[in-house]
Every structure is written in C-alpha cells, then in structure tokens.
C-alpha cells in the first residue's frame, strides 16, 4: 500500500505559478504510476496530468498542455506538478493518486484505474 500527501497549493494571481508536491510513503513507490486529478466546485474530477512509475512517459488534459509539467522522482518517493501561467479556470482541489502496475511504461487515465489517493490541496487563482 501506498500512502499520499499533497502540499504547495495556495492563492495566486493569474499568470502565476505554483508546485504542487506528492509525498507517497511505502517501499515500492517506484512501482506506482502516478496521476493529479482535480475537481473544482460543481464538477467531477477529471485527469490533469499522468506519468508512468518509470517516468518516461507522461500525459497531459489539452487544457493544461504547454502551463503544466509532471514530474517524479522515485529515490525521494515525490511526485510533482509545476503549473505555470495559471488561469481563474485552473482553481480546483488537486489530489494526487496511485495505482500499482507491473507496466514501467504505462499511463492511466480514469479516475477509477487509481487505487490510493491523497486527501487534496486547494489551488485558487485569482482574476
């Protein structure tokens, strides 16, 4: 099992940036292919962004494509997500989540593939 914290959200203005970090605890973190989704007030959570447990292979939602960037690294059990030139649309809860795989390369999409999640952190952008 795999246990996840986030942190690093926060209120910044539009065209700001934020880093939003994933703790993961357990052994075999590097195992895991990880994914942010988010949910804003009134919506369902939907993917944000995906990376492999091998990190080689990623995945972005069309409307952060080119502002927002995954990455992980499996010797510190930490998954990121820098967001750049945050837009108001882009406020939502985040979580981060994991899911066991024996696939190095594969990304997973649906909120459903995902087995462990953390708890959340607010990102609010202002106008």
């Known amino acids: 099992q795999v246990q996840l914290v986030e942190s690093g959200g926060g209120l910044v203005q539009a065209g700001g940036s934020l880093r939003l970090s994933c703790a993961a605890s357990?052994?075999?973190?590097?195992?895991?292919?990880m994914g942010w989704f988010r949910q804003a007030p009134g919506k369902e959570r939907d993917i944000v962004a995906a990376i492999s447990w091998s990190g080689g292979n990623s995945y972005y939602a069309d409307s952060v494509k080119g502002r927002f960037t995954i990455s992980r690294d499996n010797a510190k059990n930490t998954v990121d997500l820098q967001m750049n030139s945050l837009k108001p649309e882009d406020t939502a809860v985040y979580y981060c989540?994991?899911?066991?795989?024996?696939?190095?390369?594969?990304?997973?999409?649906?909120?459903?593939?995902?087995?462990?999640w953390g708890q959340g952190t607010q990102v609010t952008v202002s106008s």
């Open positions: 989540a994991a899911v066991s795989t024996y696939s190095s390369g594969r990304i997973y999409y649906r909120q459903g593939d995902y087995a462990y």
């Open positions: 357990g052994r075999t973190f590097s195992t895991y292919a």
